[in-house]
């Protein structure tokens, strides 16, 4: 009797994930602890900090835009150093800047507007980024309820597209931390930990402290409080990560003496890094004198390495048209880190966003000296950083080899560094769309690396589409398609139409039947004569094995 693609799902999931992909769960030996949703995963601080009159933010004004938060954001009178874009979302709101170089009136988004989320945790899930650390600083103060309410829609963005998220809390400020960080906990974050989204790692929920032991007047917290606060939190059944000081190890320059003991409680460390390196060398040595003893000091203690890494200072000029952030990404995974940090998806006040960016003057205020992505002189798309973090993340997984060389053009295509490689799988971690899809079987688990996860339709419901959106007009001549590899035989007749607006398609591949066989790999590669796309879509008009369209990967070759 053949096996039904949900039985195959349920034995996948109660049998070894590694078995379908060794690679892909690989880890050093020594490592504390299994594949979770930190360790084996990356993570990205998210803010979620910027508010605008009248987006019903209890805190009111232009919360993190501007110094006088009363005041519209202007060159006088601000707080970030990078312009987002905001070709994807649906509003903003307009500013005392000048007009963009364009001639756009400046605005800026919200983070309290729930579209605003759902289009930053859209964009973790179409560059494979698996989990974000939702920042909560002293919640007793006048930000707390508008930090509340962002804890409750970062947690239904993180359901709705299948990412996870945990809550950091940054004790900067907060005097009275010692208790009111457990009664925060109690009162109101714990609550969320039931959630489906909310990042488990050993089976129990994760939470991160940062600041515990640097040495600066904004955590003047002595060992004695800050390791009664790691062990209750441990006591209350959670994984606990802390942010620590760079130099934590040996309680020089940016941390205290003395913190040891309070270091080696955290099941996991995530040395801090921003502002600390300036360039690829730089990145060098803090990798030999700092990364390798800290690495072995981890393993030595059962503790779990999750070092920060960052694609640069833009305002700085740091970041060379992504070289920085591949160094960073590359050293840390060479390491053998458990995981990795990356700070931040969402900091413009300090220039070390991956978030969508601003890649030209004509996208950034006239005259602002705000500094774009193409700032030195290598034009840089705007998802540019995303799109090497998904790199980055299928490196660390195995899925990628492990270089030094960027294998991410600054624009899809074209660009100093790898030109179009026949051997490069143009399509993972790239942005799609879908006819429709059923239960959590969403398009973006087709290019997300997993031979595990997939897309499948509407039941019941023909003809069914399934697209990628390559990001430039890009020549394509070669799709990949599978399954699952423990899925029963099955031919799905499909076509492959492609387009570079989005709007007119044209047919590059004829429908016809494509036979799955696990004998196979339950690979299909459809081949075609060379075309310059940017949307390829599959559409699929018939399946003898189930009632629906399904892929669990597609990927797109130059050739």
Not at 11 to 39: E, H, K, N, Q, W
Not at 341 to 359: C, H, L, R, W
Not at 464 to 490: H, I, K, M, N
Request: with cysteine.
């Amino acid at each position: 009797m053949p096996v039904s693609r949900r039985t195959v799902l349920s034995t996948m999931a109660a049998g070894s994930a590694a078995a379908a992909s060794p690679a892909l769960f690989a880890r050093p030996a020594g490592a504390a602890s299994p594949p979770g949703d930190v360790v084996g995963k990356i993570t990205v601080g998210y803010q979620g900090w910027f508010s605008c009159p009248g987006d019903g933010a209890p805190i009111g004004g232009w919360w993190h835009w501007s110094r006088d938060r009363f005041q519209p954001p202007s060159p006088a009178n601000t707080t970030i150093v990078s312009w987002p874009d905001l070709t994807d979302l649906q509003h903003g709101y307009p500013t005392a800047y000048p007009n963009l170089g364009n001639g756009q009136s400046a605005r800026l988004f919200s983070s309290y507007d729930q579209q605003t989320v759902d289009t930053h945790f859209r964009w973790m899930r179409d560059y494979n980024i698996d989990t974000a650390a939702l920042q909560r600083f002293n919640p007793t103060g006048d930000e707390g309820p508008t930090r509340d309410a962002m804890t409750v829609k970062v947690r239904g963005a993180a359901e709705a597209t299948g990412r996870k998220f945990y809550i950091m809390y940054d004790v900067t400020g907060w005097t009275a931390m010692q208790q009111e960080i457990k009664n925060d906990w109690l009162t109101k974050m714990a609550a969320h930990t039931s959630s489906s989204a909310y990042a488990r790692q050993n089976g129990k929920p994760v939470v991160c402290i940062w600041g515990f032991g640097f040495d600066d007047p904004g955590r003047p917290f002595t060992p004695a409080p800050c390791l009664d606060v790691i062990n209750w939190f441990k006591a209350q059944g959670c994984y606990v990560i802390g942010g620590v000081p760079t130099w934590w190890r040996q309680g020089i320059n940016d941390s205290r003496p003395g913190f040891a003991d309070v270091y080696h409680a955290f099941h996991m460390i995530s040395p801090w890094m921003v502002g600390r390196a300036a360039t690829p060398a730089d990145l060098d040595s803090y990798y030999a004198n700092a990364n390798v003893g800290d690495y072995a000091d981890c393993q030595a203690h059962g503790i779990d390495y999750q070092p920060c890494v960052l694609p640069g200072d833009l305002s700085s000029g740091h970041r060379r048209h992504g070289d920085y952030y591949w160094r960073s990404l590359y050293n840390m995974i060479r390491l053998g880190s458990q995981g990795l940090y990356v700070s931040m998806f969402d900091e413009f006040n300090e220039g070390n966003q991956i978030a969508k960016t601003a890649p030209t003057a004509a996208f950034v205020p006239a005259g602002s000296g705000i500094r774009a992505l193409d700032e030195d002189g290598t034009a840089c798309s705007a998802d540019y950083y995303l799109r090497i973090t998904a790199d980055g993340g299928r490196m660390l997984k195995g899925q990628l080899a492990l270089t030094a060389t960027r294998p991410t053009p600054p624009v899809i295509g074209g660009g100093p560094g790898p030109g179009p490689d026949p051997a490069r799988d143009l399509a993972a971690g790239r942005p799609t769309a879908e006819s429709s899809h059923t239960q959590v079987y969403g398009s973006g688990n087709a290019v997300d690396g997993n031979p595990g996860s997939y897309w499948e339709s509407a039941n019941n419901a023909f003809p069914q589409w399934l697209q990628v959106d390559l990001g430039a007009a890009t020549p394509v001549s070669r799709l990949v398609l599978r399954l699952p590899p423990g899925w029963e035989t099955r031919t799905q007749t499909l076509g492959v139409q492609g387009s570079t607006d989005g709007g007119a398609f044209t047919t590059l591949s004829a429908a016809t039947g494509r036979t799955f066989n696990p004998a196979g790999g339950n690979q299909v590669t459809v081949t075609f004569p060379s075309a310059s796309v940017r949307y390829v879509r599959i559409t699929v008009t018939a399946n003898t094995g189930w009632p629906a369209g399904q892929v669990s990967t597609l990927e797109a070759y130059a050739g």
